[in-house]
């Protein structure tokens, strides 16, 4: 239909095309014999000239996805004319045009065009990795030939929802640009068990039937938006993140020097710049796109990657401390340092690996940069920089590892962490449950990714900076927008959930209400909020939206978190052969995603920044986890060891020598991980202020709990007298 429409409108002056150069009528053969009035028609619509609407004889279309019969020899005119702007314009954005994969009729001279929704991004509805078989049969009553696929659980599930959306609409099955068959919905098909029926030959079915076993399943079926933008941070917001790591990353390095001395300080600084040359280059090989996820993804790389090389000095140090050379305190300070290492890395590594595979949208990104800062990780901090200390081992260097201010530092620690436990869980206890009261009476606050909104696209007569405009419809709004450049520097897309719930008529109207009076600033000359609201001056286009995280990632979110939990708690069960490690691990999660919810809760509307919860929280609450994790592991590593050195201790006595040996490395992984954040929270800008500020209250808390909360259920949850030996040690040889 929308075809048809567009006959008269093509005979319009204003969309009279310009042929000049493309030469598409000379080749018609009928026009010489139109008469008059019939050739002019043609040359004033020279798309309907070549192309023949898909019409039965009362001149109605024929249902289907076909709108028109063209014959071979003219496809690369109609394609011409398709990608012609006036006319592409007169066809709904979202419809593309896909030609059949062979031709019709007697001499196989036509074929059909067929017009299709697309998905977004381009992306099917479907993939073919759901089909799990497909095979040619025959109806029983007519004899003609069909085609049966089947679906895994999965696929059942997708393709009873897609095709309850398309009764008595067609999906078509298409692959390398070409539509295969284009089926008609009946009903909504359930179990994943379904029938293609048609016209087929034997030939065709079986065609039919490969295609769908051979892997991908192009149903290209709805799509929301399809447009070019720029980066939702905003060019100043870029360049303040990009300075404000460069200041907190030359902190870190400054660091190292000052507290483990110049030359071991130097080479953990050439490692850590290493391991971000490594990372950035293998994202770029691989074209990754680098979002607030993958920041996330790399802060957690620095934080693991300075940990690997605090690990190994505070080993070396403790070696140097018990009297060994240089050379012997070097070579048993990295082979005692392996084990915490390896442990910590390979528990976020498996994380890693499970939220990549079967993660989706932030979760992958997070994942995907998480993964490959780890390998380049435990590359650069313990090949790289073992071969330079074997260096300098060889021209007879003098290296130290510590200073006259950091000598001292924690060496006498005596915190009674384990007598003091109850007390932390009383305090823990209070915040949680203050939390989850806030949780439940006040809620999140839910960002458009989560809840829907509405999309204004607005231009200006001069260039505008997103993160200005953000600000002061925000003050309009009274909450904060999305704001990102749309194509050219002087438009705008803004996305909002202000009054998202208010179904009135006249709601997009006192929203545009509110943008005017905060884009004031903006806007030149004599406009009236009628010319505002009504004109083409500045609103180009405004739609609600939905939201962009649907129902099927935030399920498959959980999913994946919960099977990240159990790798890491089958795998702490693996290396120290206790249950209660695995479950002061989980415990200590569990803990700090729910301190991080509740303050983000109770905080939000206190705060002078927004804390809205969109994809990059997520990434926040991964890092959180990763880094909590990591920590802990590190210190069950230690009480590991102590309890296979020391096996007639008191276990209270081996858990705090633990706790209070690893009070240095603690400090300075924490210190430099938090740095950067810091950093970046306060110069990086009001864009990512509330992304930042999860890290940051993460990392705090998962310092915490590693010390407070890991390790004191561990000690709780062991039966037996003080003196039974049932945790398993390992001693260090």
Do not use: C
């Not at 803004?494 to 998202?500: G, R």
Request: hydrophobic share 45%; aromatic share 10%.
């Amino acid at each position: 239909d929308d075809l048809l429409a567009q006959d008269d409108l093509l005979a319009q002056d204003d969309l009279l095309l310009d042929t000049s150069g493309l030469d598409l009528l000379s080749d018609l053969d009928s026009t010489s014999m139109l008469d008059d009035q019939e050739a002019q028609f043609y040359r004033e619509n020279p798309l309907i000239a070549v192309l023949t609407p898909y019409l039965d004889n009362s001149r109605q279309f024929i249902p289907g996805s076909t709108v028109g019969v063209v014959l071979l020899k003219d496809t690369a005119k109609v394609n011409a004319y398709l990608a012609i702007p006036q006319i592409r314009q007169l066809f709904p954005s979202d419809m593309k045009f896909a030609w059949h994969f062979q031709p019709d009729g007697e001499e196989q001279q036509f074929i059909r065009l067929h017009a299709l929704k697309s998905t977004r991004n381009n992306q099917p509805a479907m993939d073919g990795k759901y089909v799990t078989d497909a095979r040619v049969g025959t109806d029983p009553y007519t004899g003609q030939f069909n085609v049966s696929m089947n679906m895994n659980a999965e696929g059942a599930k997708r393709w009873a929802n897609l095709t309850r959306e398309n009764v008595n609409q067609s999906i078509a099955i298409v692959m390398d640009g070409l539509v295969y068959s284009a089926p008609n919905v009946s009903e909504e098909i359930k179990g994943g068990s379904s029938s293609i029926s048609g016209d087929f030959s034997q030939t065709d079915a079986d065609d039919l039937a490969n295609i769908l076993k051979s892997g991908k399943m192009p149903a290209r079926a709805r799509i929301e938006s399809s447009e070019v933008i720029g980066p939702s941070l905003g060019a100043k917001s870029v360049k303040d993140g990009m300075n404000s790591f460069l200041i907190a990353f030359v902190v870190v390095l400054a660091y190292m020097i000052f507290y483990y001395s110049r030359r071991a300080g130097m080479v953990a600084d050439i490692a850590l710049l290493a391991n971000m040359f490594f990372l950035i280059g293998v994202l770029a090989s691989l074209q990754a796109v680098l979002t607030l996820p993958g920041i996330a993804g790399i802060v957690l790389t620095i934080g693991m990657s300075v940990d690997a090389n605090v690990l190994i000095y505070e080993r070396i140090r403790e070696e140097l401390a018990a009297g060994k050379n240089l050379k012997t305190a070097i070579k048993d300070g990295y082979k005692n340092a392996y084990s915490a290492i390896f442990d910590a890395q390979i528990t976020t590594f498996l994380t890693g690996l499970i939220l990549f595979f079967f993660g989706t949208g932030p979760i992958k990104g997070f994942a995907t940069t998480l993964v490959i800062g780890i390998l380049t990780s435990l590359f650069s901090a313990i090949i790289l920089t073992r071969l330079m200390y074997e260096r300098m081992l060889t021209k007879n260097r003098s290296i130290t590892f510590d200073t006259k201010i950091t000598r001292n530092a924690f060496k006498n620690a005596k915190i009674d962490f384990i007598g003091k436990r109850k007390m932390f869980y009383v305090i823990s206890g209070v915040v949680i449950l203050a939390g989850i009261a806030s949780l439940v009476t006040k809620g999140l606050d839910l960002g458009v990714d989560f809840s829907g909104g509405r999309n204004y696209v607005i231009t200006f007569k001069q260039d505008v900076e997103t993160a200005e405009i953000q600000d002061n419809l925000a003050a309009a709004f009274g909450e904060t927008p999305t704001v990102i450049t749309y194509g050219s520097k002087n438009a705008v897309r803004v996305t909002t959930k202000y009054l998202i719930d208010d179904d009135r008529p006249e709601v997009d109207s006192i929203i545009k209400a509110q943008m005017f009076e905060g884009l004031q600033p903006y806007i030149e000359g004599e406009v009236s909020l009628d010319d505002f609201i009504n004109g083409q001056d500045y609103i180009i286009s405004s739609h609600k939206v939905g939201p962009t995280i649907a129902d099927d990632i935030k399920r498959t979110a959980l999913l994946v978190i919960f099977a990240s939990l159990l790798i890491i708690f089958l795998y702490i069960l693996a290396r120290f052969r206790n249950w209660q490690f695995g479950l002061g691990a989980l415990g200590a999660l569990v803990h700090d995603v729910l301190i991080v919810l509740g303050l983000f809760s109770i905080l939000d509307g206190i705060m002078p920044f927004s804390l809205e919860l969109d994809q990059s929280f997520i990434a926040a609450i991964l890092t959180v986890v990763g880094y909590s994790i990591n920590d802990t592991v590190v210190v069950f590593d230690r009480i590991r060891e102590y309890v296979g050195l020391q096996k007639k201790r008191e276990r209270r006595d081996i858990f705090n020598t633990a706790l209070n040996s690893t009070l240095s490395r603690t400090f300075s992984t924490s210190l430099s991980t938090f740095f950067v954040v810091l950093a970046i929270f306060v110069f990086g800008g009001d864009v990512i202020r509330g992304f930042t500020f999860a890290l940051m209250i993460g990392i705090v808390v998962g310092t915490y709990s590693s010390l407070f909360i890991a390790t004191p259920l561990v000690y709780d949850t062991i039966k037996g007298d003080e003196t039974a030996r049932i945790l398993k040690g390992a001693v260090r040889k």
